[in-house]
């Protein structure tokens, strides 16, 4: 009497080499069950763990470069970040002329901190000489924005060009 059960295939699923017409996985996993990564898929781990470890020692570079290049695009803010990273020389060698540079880039398109940056750097003496009464514009920009420092500097300044 011939078989009345239903055929019934199973798939397997996972990571064995076994082909869907129900031959048996290569002879290297029926040896060893229990290895169920291959060499690739344990480079490709390996390679990722790396990767991910290298991430927070390379951030301070990486995230300089990706701002240097939309700085250079034209983009206020990450001119401003550049100029940053150049004063305080993180990811990047300190250089207080660049850093002025680039503020002076933001600040041209009404960036507030840049032009207050910019302003602290002409009254320290960072960044060549600004012309007669560009600092008060500069902290007048930021002041207008709500920077409380910007606020103080420049009414500072004001009543010491008014005092004799």
Known sequence: MADTRPLIRHHRV????????G????????????LAWSTWELLAVLAAS????????CYQAFHFHVA??????????AQHIVGQRYLQGAGVEK???????WFRQAAGQGHPHSSFNLA???LSNM???LEEREVEKLLGVA?????????????NILKSRKLP
């Open 14 to 21: 996972g990571r064995s080499s076994a082909s869907t017409n």
């Open 23 to 34: 031959e048996h996985p290569s002879p290297q996993c029926r040896q060893h069950p229990g």
């Open 50 to 57: 790396l990767l991910l470890l290298c991430i927070p020692l």
């Open 68 to 77: 240097q290049a939309y700085a250079r695009l034209g983009y206020p803010h």
């Open 95 to 101: 250089n207080e002329e660049l850093a002025m540079h």
């Open 120 to 122: 602290l750097g002409a």
């Open 127 to 129: 960044t060549v000489a």
């Open 143 to 155: 002041a207008a924005h709500g920077l409380r420092e910007a606020q103080e500097l420049l009414e």
